[in-house]
T-cell receptor, first 109, second 112 residues
């Protein structure tokens, strides 16, 4: 089945730093999405980004489906950015999203 | 925020007892999903629904059943809870299958 690999698994930064999170798929991917799970467990959809680039404030994401990867950029990190970031997607013709194992981001003040 | 409510939010039960978790949405979305989240396994799909009375299995459906009698409600039932079903359960909704996904707050279930 489809494999989803997120890197790095853990990332610790100081407030104000920039970061790039990566999501690799084992096959060409559709319906790619990024989620943030905050320290209280809430899962928030950040981007639905099957291809191209989107920006929302300090966050942006780029997906190159044919190259089987997506990147999430966080600029000027804040402590509220801490949590786990998940990507999810489907391969061609599949009916179910597959999630990566997540990147745990810790932003220290 | 998407209008998704899960109940109960926390439950402790004993092995062998039945448990039902409820997911209620106010968005009129067609697709509803139940996931479980466990350390080391991430988010795994249990069952999903693509309409009233239309459901299908996910990757970890053994020991679980679901029902959807109304568009807004999706129930997850553990007929006889086991300790391996201790987990955090998330409901999610989407306007189309594998489309943009919105999650509820989660329900933490502990089976003793």
């Amino acid at each position: 089945g489809i494999q989803v690999e997120q890197s790095p698994p853990d990332l610790i930064l100081q407030e104000g730093a920039n970061s790039t999170l990566r999501c690799n798929f084992s096959d060409s991917v559709n319906n790619l999405q990024w989620f943030h799970q905050n320290p209280w467990g809430q899962l928030i959809n950040l981007f639905y980004i099957p291809s191209g680039t989107k920006q929302n404030g300090r966050l942006s994401a780029t997906t190159v489906a044919t190259e089987r990867y997506s990147l999430l950029y966080i600029s000027s990190s804040q402590t509220t950015d801490s949590g786990v970031y998940f990507c999810a997607g489907t391969i061609q013709g599949a009916q179910k999203l597959v999630f990566g194992q997540g990147t745990r981001l810790t932003i220290n003040p | 925020d998407a209008g998704i409510t899960q109940s109960p939010r926390h439950k402790v039960t004993e092995t062998g007892t039945p448990v039902t978790l409820r997911c209620h949405q106010t968005e009129n979305h067609r697709y509803m999903y139940w996931y479980r989240q466990d350390p080391g396994h991430g988010l795994r799909l249990i069952h999903y629904s693509y309409g009233v009375k239309d459901t299908d299995k996910g990757e970890v459906s053994d020991g679980y059943s679901v029902s959807r009698s109304k568009t807004e409600d999706f129930l997850l039932t553990l007929e006889s809870a086991t300790s391996s079903q201790t987990s955090v359960y998330f409901c999610a909704i989407s306007g189309r299958n594998t489309g943009e996904l919105f999650f509820g707050e989660g329900s933490r279930l502990t089976v003793l």
